[in-house]
């Protein structure tokens, strides 16, 4: 199936999503925040989808994904955000950096479709959500 990686500072929600995802075939690498993602890409390479939350300290996901976007390697990365924040104003943001977004608490299966999605697709989901 897929590379997954996925960036939240929540360890709780970071291992339920990880063993989720390997449950349903992914290969998963977690990050507790954008500098050990930053660090993950760098040393392994370009996963194939991105699950990022929103707020994190230090760097948020909004920043993390317009830094891995900047970089050629990852330009067209794939991304979800997987957000406890639900303004439209915070939803827009995801959305115009090519993302899909889902809120959490999220439902498995919408995270695996948007995965699936984004995999299939090849590329950033055009429209978002």
């Known amino acids: 199936m897929a590379r997954v990686l996925v960036v939240d ?7 339920l ?3 989720q995802l390997r449950h349903h075939g992914h290969q998963v690498a977690t990050a507790n925040g954008g500098e050990q993602a930053l660090a993950y890409v760098e040393t392994n390479g370009r996963p194939d989808v991105a699950v990022l939350d929103v707020a994190m300290p230090g760097m ?3 920043e993390l994904l317009e ?3 900047r970089r050629p ?7 979800v955000f997987l957000s406890a924040r639900v303004s439209p104003r915070d939803i827009d943001k995801g959305r115009s950096l ?3 977004y889902l809120t959490k608490p ?7 479709e948007a ?3 984004l995999v299939a697709e090849g590329m950033p989901a055009a429209a978002g959500g």
């Not at 390697?73 to 991304?79: E, G, Q, S």
């Open 73 to 79: 390697a990852t330009a067209d990365l794939p991304a």
């Open 67 to 69: 830094t891995l976007r």
């Open 60 to 62: 948020n996901g909004f």
């Open 17 to 19: 999503v990880e063993l």
């Open 98 to 100: 090519d993302a899909l």
């Open 9 to 15: 500072d929540d360890p709780d929600l970071l291992t």
């Open 106 to 112: 999220y439902v498995m299966h919408a995270l695996l």
């Open 115 to 117: 995965i699936d999605k």
